[in-house]
Each structure stands twice: as C-alpha cells, then as structure tokens.
C-alpha cells in the first residue's frame, strides 16, 4: 500500500531551523499536489503550504517569508524548509500528497512533532 514517512522533526530554540521530509512509496502511478499541515495543541489542523507537480507554491500567511516547500518528483519526496521558528510553530506537522494508484486517493503521513521553545 502507499505510505507517506515523515522525519525531521524535534525540538528547537525561536529563532531557529529545521527541515521536514516526507518520502511516499508503494504502487504509485502519479503524484499531483503536495502539502503540509499542522496541529497546534488543543487546536484545529491548519494547511500551511502546498505545492503542485510543476512546482507552484502556496503558503499560510503567518508562515510566509519564513517556511519553504519544495519536492523532488523523481524521489516522490516533499520538503519543509523551517528558518526564523517561533513558539506558536509549535504543532505536529502532516505531509499530505494526492497521489494515483488503482484509483486517486488523498494520503496522509504520521506526523512529526515541532516544538519551539526556549
């Protein structure tokens, strides 16, 4: 079956870095839009960028100018790139991918912890 694996996360101070990875593998046949959400504690999931086949991006305001997406289509891999992080970052990250099989499914990884503090 096709599963998304997520690494990267952990803890770090405000003000600094990580990188997300999400890897998808099993029967793919196609991958179309990628993405990235977050749960805060005690709070709603929240989309915070998504990025097309072609490389498109869109981003959440309160993480523009600090998050970047991007994937490498030939790894069927999507990147988080976290600079300038700030305590409310922290939440439990989720790759998300449409991605086609048998059929045309929406996938979700496990999710990875960010936390942010001092």
């Known amino acids: 079956q096709v599963q998304l694996v997520e690494s990267g996360g952990g803890l770090v101070q405000p003000g600094g870095s990580l990188r997300l990875s999400c890897a998808a593998s099993?029967?793919?046949?196609?991958?179309?839009?990628m993405g990235w959400y977050r749960q805060p504690p005690g709070k709603q999931r929240e989309l915070v960028a998504t990025?097309?086949?072609?490389?498109?991006?869109n981003y959440a305001n309160s993480v523009t100018g600090r998050f970047t997406i991007s994937r490498d289509n030939a790894k069927n891999t999507v990147y988080l790139q976290m600079n300038s992080l700030k305590p409310e970052d922290t939440a439990v990250y989720y790759c998300?991918?449409?991605?086609?099989?048998?059929?045309?499914?929406?996938?979700w990884g496990q999710g990875t912890q960010v936390t942010v503090s001092s």
């Open positions: 998300h991918a449409l991605i086609g099989t048998t059929g045309q499914n929406d996938y």
């Open positions: 990025i097309t086949a072609t490389h498109n991006t």
């Open positions: 099993g029967p793919i046949l196609w991958i179309n839009n």
